[in-house]
């Protein structure tokens, strides 16, 4: 149930219920939203037809069905995806891989997932494997962490509504309580870093990239080998992202 702030417009909040539907339905119907909704047909139809005139919905194959249109996903897509961001970054990348020799990624946070999509491997015989497409819970990454730690807390509450998180390893941060107090210092330090929690024998170090809007944020992070990841290699790891991550300055 959401929570009511003070006056609002109904057919607005109709039309951004009607939005909402697609986190639950990959596809929308005049009938599902007219029941949703508890409204008729004929004002169901007017809503997604609304929608469909800003290019949030569009209409399916044979002209059954709304689907999410070019405006809508184009709102929910993470920026700094895309190939010309990912040869922007690739410099930082090399020369983070360079100076710290460890497996260096950049990462994007969708929900409360974080995604890999673009990395590389040092050349040295023990090291983290390269996982482009690498897609793990939030709260038990470093890059996730950090990047959690860009929203204000009640946003990070809304995410996590529930006080118990999905434990991935034993060393895994389980409780929201846990989370936001790792996060408030990540904020006060200004980067991130990670023991065995998302992955046994695997350690990690993250630090935010500047973005061109509040949705391109991105994380350079590292992963390295669990028995080189003491404070001091952590720390030393931490100074080669950020010497990298001045590129983009």
């Known amino acids: 149930m959401s929570t009511s702030y003070g006056q609002s417009l109904s057919s607005l909040d109709a039309g951004l219920r009607a939005m909402t539907l697609f986190t639950t339905h990959d596809v929308l119907t005049v009938t599902l939203v007219a029941r949703e909704l508890g409204c008729s047909r004929a004002t169901s139809y007017r809503i997604l037809n609304t929608l469909r005139n800003r290019d949030i919905v569009m209409l399916g194959p044979g002209g059954r069905g709304y689907y999410p249109g070019p405006a809508l996903v184009e709102l929910s897509r993470p920026r700094g995806l895309d190939q010309a961001d990912r040869a922007r970054l690739r410099p930082v990348i090399e020369e983070a891989v360079s100076l710290t020799a460890e497996t260096v990624h950049v990462a994007a946070l969708i929900g409360t997932q974080v995604l890999f999509f ?21 709260h038990a990454i470093s890059a996730g962490k950090l990047l959690l730690s860009q929203f204000t807390d009640e946003q990070v509450l809304r995410l996590y509504p529930d006080e118990r998180l999905g434990r991935v390893t034993p060393w895994t941060v389980i409780s929201r ?55 001091a290699d952590l720390e030393r790891v931490r100074q080669g992202l950020q010497h990298a991550a001045r590129r983009l300055r």
């Open 177 to 231: 309580e846990q989370l936001m107090a790792d996060i408030r210092t990540i904020r006060e330090q200004g980067y991130a870093t990670n023991q065995q929690q998302t992955e046994v024998g695997l350690g990690g170090v993250s630090i935010p990239l500047p973005g061109r809007s509040w949705r391109e944020r991105v994380a350079l992070c590292a992963t390295i080998p669990i028995d080189r990841a003491t404070p």
């Open 118 to 138: 673009d990395g590389q491997e040092p050349d040295r015989a023990v090291r983290a494997s390269l996982r482009p497409g690498y897609l793990r819970p939030a």
